[in-house]
């Protein structure tokens, strides 16, 4: 198999690929530093394809697209996305709207463009990496909060359209809670709660990719979490999750 992997410098993508590549898989791995790609490269045993690319533009994500799409490739994780905390009326629109580029349009455009090769010969994976920020309100971090709702929406409503066809390609969001990884100092915050380690939630995701779970939820706490934020008005999520942010 061949796995596609954004984002896949540093954090959460990084510890997929390796997981990934320990299963046998060979990768593509995008990201815009290309030193920590090499090297994550010469740390792997399987065939690793290094490509440095910047994908927050549509007709990036299109040309990374052109260049791999007859790889022969069998997953595509989209895990690119940065955070940026603060009130909404005082955030940087500039930085916001290349976080919605990122977050949103990457995942929107990547997304569409495999699934019509994986839908076609009916076989394939494409997870999505959300959040638990996914689940609720976020002031504080309003337009993270949104971009990540919008890749959770997305999958579930692509996943069922596959779901009614019987198609046996697979579409799936992780939404998980705190990872250690170099979000919290891009997004400028300090979580509230004990971070998973990412090589754990890599591995979970992995394994639940395949097991082919559709809205996949690392850790007990963030289990509990989602549970509650379908019992709770939004009103009250969003003054909870106001205070927390506030903390950060």
Not at 75 to 78: F, R, S
């Given at each position: 198999m061949k796995a596609l992997i954004t984002g896949a410098s540093s954090g959460i993508g990084r510890d997929m690929a390796i997981m990934l590549s320990g299963m046998?898989?060979?990768l593509i791995v995008v990201a815009r530093r290309e030193d920590r790609l090499l090297a994550l490269k010469d740390s792997l045993k399987t065939d690793v394809l290094v490509i440095c690319a910047d994908i927050s533009t549509p007709e990036a994500c299109a040309a990374l697209y052109e260049q791999v799409k007859d790889k022969g490739i069998d997953?595509?994780?989209?895990n690119a996305g940065f955070g940026l905390i603060g009130r909404f009326s005082e955030t940087d629109p500039d930085r916001e709207l290349c976080m919605i580029d990122t977050n949103i349009k990457a995942v929107h455009v990547l997304t569409k463009l495999f699934l019509r090769d994986f839908a076609a010969r009916d076989?394939?994976?494409i997870l999505n990496v959300a959040s638990s920020a996914a689940f609720t309100p976020g002031p504080l971090m309003a337009t993270y909060y949104a971009t990540k709702a919008y890749v959770l929406r997305l999958t579930e409503a692509v996943h069922e359209?596959?779901?009614v066809k019987k198609s046996r390609v697979y579409m799936g969001v992780l939404?998980?809670?705190p990872v250690h990884t170099e979000f919290g100092r891009v997004a400028n915050v300090t979580f509230?709660?004990?971070g998973l380690q990412s090589a754990y939630?890599?591995?979970y995701a992995v394994k639940k990719m395949f097991q082919k779970k559709v809205v996949i939820i690392p850790g007990t706490l963030m289990k509990l979490s989602r549970f509650l934020t379908k019992v709770l008005p939004d009103r009250w999520l969003a003054r909870v999750v106001y205070?927390?942010?506030k903390r950060k």
């Open positions: 046998g898989c060979d997953i595509v994780v989209n076989s394939g994976y359209e596959l779901r939404c998980p809670g509230g709660v004990r939630v890599a591995r205070k927390i942010q």
